[in-house]
C-alpha cells in the first residue's frame, strides 16, 4: 500500500497563489496516474486536475483550465498543482489520489474518484476576498 501525502495548502488573498504537493510515499522508481480534487463545505467532491504517470497527459476542469498547471515533481512520486489568480471559490480541501493499482483509462477514467486507489489528508485552501 502507498502512503500519498498532500501538502502546500493555507490562505492566501484573492488572485493569489499556491503550490500543492502530493507524494506517494515508498514509490520510489514508480510512477502513478494521480489526481487532485477538492471538496468545499457543503457541497460534492469534484475533480480538478489530473496527470498521467508518464506527465504526457494533463486534464483540468472548465473551472481551473487556465490558472492551475499540474505537473510531476523531479521525483517521479511526486505531483505538483500550480495554483495561480485564485478565487474565492476554490476554497476548499484539496486531495490527492493517486491510482497505485493501475488500470487503462480514457479521459473521463481520470476525472472520477472511483479512479484512484489511495488518498491524501486533503489540505485546507482558503481564498480571502
Known amino acids: 500500500q502507498v502512503l500519498v501525502t498532500d501538502s502546500g495548502g493555507g490562505s492566501v488573498q484573492a488572485g493569489g497563489s499556491l503550490r500543492l504537493t502530493c507524494t506517494a510515499s515508498?514509490?520510489?522508481?514508480?510512477?502513478?496516474?494521480s489526481a487532485w480534487f477538492r471538496q468545499a463545505p457543503g457541497k460534492e467532491r469534484e475533480f480538478v486536475s489530473a496527470?498521467?504517470?508518464?506527465?504526457?497527459?494533463?486534464y483540468y476542469a472548465d473551472s481551473v483550465k487556465d490558472r492551475f498547471t499540474i505537473s510531476r515533481g523531479l521525483g517521479k512520486n511526486t505531483v505538483h498543482l500550480q495554483m495561480n489568480s485564485l478565487k474565492p471559490e476554490d476554497t476548499a480541501v484539496y486531495y490527492c489520489?493517486?491510482?497505485?493499482?493501475?488500470?487503462?483509462?480514457?479521459?473521463?477514467?481520470?476525472?472520477?474518484?472511483?479512479?484512484?486507489?489511495?488518498w491524501g489528508q486533503g489540505t485546507q485552501v482558503t481564498v480571502s476576498s
Open positions: 515508498e514509490s520510489t522508481f514508480r510512477s502513478y496516474d
Open positions: 489520489g493517486v491510482d497505485v493499482n493501475f488500470h487503462p483509462k480514457v479521459k473521463s477514467d481520470y476525472l472520477r474518484p472511483a479512479t484512484y486507489d489511495d
Open positions: 496527470i498521467s504517470w508518464r506527465g504526457d497527459n494533463t
